[in-house]
Every structure is written in structure tokens, then in C-alpha cells.
């Protein structure tokens, strides 16, 4: 069964897809009149009902429930969005939330340039083309570590216009934030997160103990402490450093 078929279940009668302006068009009709859409992440976490539009920085917040995803940013290519209800903080192996880990899914919806770009890559490549004809764009999640000040997209998928799978690729290798400049598209969007991540903190603690059943203990909460206040952290670190400067300076005179 594919991510969309509880959409697909016979309470509507149309699922036309159709190209306007070089971009992809999703539309839903209901029965008995209106527009029916229905917003969820499928396989797991990734599945939405939306438009594909010419000019998406205008209208993502006609096609896209702002109480879902977040629109960061659009170029000629691609549309940015990060789903803002499922972002959690990270577990230990024991279950107690990890503060300095942040995981969220994200979703890029694609012009034609950017899907023929797609498909050219994976024939050049000798990979499967069955039902990259109807690529529309895809799904990553996302794994931010704050105290390495790293980014790493651990799973890649490609989405049909049904929100299906087409194809999944994984990766283990984090990117240096700090190495993407302030103008990088990807690095706008990875500091858009964070910004959103860091003004919902106790929000997301709630959801990661709510719904991953996390744990809180001591270490856990300084942290999340000092993420709310970063002069808590600097102070605690300024005091650390003076602490081994004079005994440093101290073993020197012995």
C-alpha cells in the first residue's frame, strides 16, 4: 500500500497530476465538491498532499499547513521546507534526551530542471529509472549535532507524485556548518532549523519526553539550561578556563 492511500480510499474521485509554468501540479478532487487534502508524513514519517507551483516563495502557505511545515526558502530549483511537528531531540542509549542532538525531517520539492537534473544523474549512473518519471521531489532527515556544529543527512529519499518511495540512499558523513557560508542554500536552510529549533526548545523537550519517552536527568537539563541561555554557557566555560589557567600557573611555581 503506497503513502497515499488512506488519501486514495474512496473518498476521492480524481488524482490528476498535470505540468503548468515547467513545474509539477498535484491536485486532489473530493466527492460531493471541494478540494480535499490531507497532510502526514509517509513511510513513517513523509507523505502530504500539496500544489508544485511556479512561484513558490509566493504561495507555499496556500499548498502547505503552516501548522506542519515550515517554509524556510525557495530557489530556482527546489522549495525548503522542515516539518516543524516532528522535531525532537536526541536519545542515548539509555533513553535520556540528548540535548546536543536535534533530528528533523525535511522536504524539497523539485522544478522540471531540477527533476531532469535528477533523473539525467541516476541513468548516467546505471540506476533504476522505473517511476523516476514521476519524481516530484523528496524527503531527507536530518541529524544536527550541537556540539560538533555538524549537520548530517543520514537518509535521502526520492518522492513520486503520490508521495511514494522511488528510492532511498543513506549517508554517515557529517558537514561542517561552519564551512558553509552565510549565502550556501543548504547552509540557509540548516541555520533556519536551528534558529526555529532553539526558539521551541521546551516545546521540543516536551515532545521528545512525550512522545519518544525520553528521559531527563541532571546533565540533561544543564544542558538544555545553557541552549536557552548561551551567557550561562559562556560563563561556565570562562570560569573553567580561569580555574586550569591558575592551576597551571600554580604547578609551574612548584
Not at 83 to 106: M, R
Not at 215 to 233: G, M
Request: glycine residues 6%; contains cysteine.
Amino acid at each position: 500500500m503506497n503513502s497515499m492511500s488512506s488519501i486514495r480510499n474512496g473518498k476521492t474521485d480524481l488524482f490528476s497530476v498535470f505540468s503548468a509554468n515547467g513545474c509539477k501540479i498535484a491536485m486532489l478532487s473530493k466527492k460531493l465538491g471541494g478540494l480535499y487534502m490531507k497532510m502526514r508524513w509517509g513511510a513513517g514519517i513523509l507523505a502530504a498532499a500539496m500544489l508544485f507551483i511556479a512561484q513558490p516563495q509566493a504561495q507555499a502557505d496556500e499548498v502547505i499547513s503552516p501548522d506542519i511545515y515550515q517554509w524556510v526558502q525557495s530557489t530556482s530549483r527546489q522549495n525548503y521546507f522542515f516539518n516543524k511537528q516532528h522535531i525532537y531531540f536526541g536519545q542515548d542509549d539509555k533513553g535520556v534526551l540528548d540535548a546536543n542532538v536535534i533530528l528533523v525531517p525535511v522536504l524539497k520539492t523539485y522544478d522540471a530542471v531540477q527533476i531532469q537534473d535528477v533523473q539525467a544523474k541516476r541513468r548516467w549512473k546505471m540506476l533504476s529509472m522505473e517511476g523516476y518519471e514521476d519524481l516530484v521531489g523528496c524527503s531527507e532527515y536530518l541529524r544536527f549535532d550541537l556540539a560538533a556544529d555538524t549537520v548530517t543527512v543520514y537518509k535521502h529519499e526520492d518522492l513520486d507524485s503520490e508521495w511514494g518511495v522511488l528510492g532511498t540512499t543513506t549517508n554517515s558523513k557529517p558537514v561542517k556548518l561552519a564551512d558553509l557560508s552565510e549565502k550556501d542554500v543548504d547552509g540557509v536552510f540548516y541555520r533556519a532549523i536551528l534558529k526555529y529549533a532553539n526558539e521551541h526548545i521546551d516545546e521540543m523537550v516536551e515532545r521528545t519526553e512525550k512522545e519518544k519517552k525520553a528521559k531527563l536527568n541532571d546533565a540533561a537539563k544543564k544542558k538544555i539550561a545553557e541552549l536557552k541561555n548561551p551567557a550561562e554557557k559562556k560563563a561556565d566555560k570562562d570560569a573553567k578556563a580561569d580555574k586550569k589557567d591558575k592551576k597551571d600557573k600554580k604547578k609551574k611555581k612548584h
